[in-house]
């Protein structure tokens, strides 16, 4: 039988009928890898057992960390209609678009009705026209995030009218992901997203390998 020790706390790897000591897995060790930024290359059960449950953990809230900053920094990339934003250096990184469609509702379509009738504004209406901008504009930011943008320019917004009974309005919207490189500068600094795009997505990966069999 092999004697192998724990690289990690040097104790002996036995597996026998008196005693065992296994080595963990080694997506757990990738784990407790990327959750304490060691680089061993193992662990035992007697000192990776703890540990990488606890690494779990930590990686969880790694991520839920990591999609709440990009969510942040999402919300606040700045969207323009023109091309060429006065000192704006960047870089083209390519189309993005992003549709919304949204019922109006039997009841606004009543009252937008009369609305028309007596020339004025419909409220509900309005404000449903500007939540689907909003949720469109989203995705857009999102898009861009994704393909490592941080703003969008030469934004494009339409609007038509689906189905027959004038029931749904989408929205798309289109415009050019664009990477600044002077945001700082021109007082766009936002901190590399698709950096921790990036990290998110792997730690993501490795919790997808390895949640399913935990640890025996
Ligand atoms: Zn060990």
């Not at 606890?54 to 606040?76: V, W, Y």
């Not at 028309?116 to 995705?139: H, P, T, V, Y």
Request: proline share 2%.
């Amino acid at each position: 039988m092999s004697q192998d020790i724990c690289p990690n706390c040097n104790s002996p790897i036995k597996n026998n009928v008196f005693s065992t000591n296994k080595k963990l897995l080694s997506t757990a060790v990738d784990v407790i890898n990327a959750a304490n930024g060691t680089k061993s290359s193992g662990y035992c059960n007697k000192c990776g057992d703890e540990l990488f449950h606890t690494s779990l953990s930590k990686l969880r809230s790694d991520i839920r960390k990591l999609r709440h900053h990009l969510a942040n920094s999402e919300q606040s990339m700045p969207i323009v209609t023109i091309h060429n934003p006065l000192g704006w250096e960047y870089e083209v990184l390519g189309l993005v678009t992003a549709q919304s469609v949204t019922g109006t509702g039997i009841f606004s379509e009543v009252s937008m009705s009369v609305s028309d009738l007596l020339g004025k504004e419909s409220e509900s209406m309005s404000s449903k026209m500007k939540d689907a901008e909003n949720i469109c504009l989203a995705r857009l930011r999102h898009e861009a995030t994704v393909m490592g943008g941080n703003a969008v320019v030469g934004l494009s917004l339409t609007y038509a009218e689906m189905g027959s009974l004038r029931g749904m309005i989408m929205i798309c919207c289109t415009g050019t992901a664009v990477i600044v490189k002077n945001a700082a500068h021109i007082g766009y600094y936002k901190q590399a997203t698709s950096d921790s795009e990036t990290a998110a997505k792997k730690l993501e990966q490795l919790l997808l390998i390895c949640e399913p069999h935990e640890l025996d």
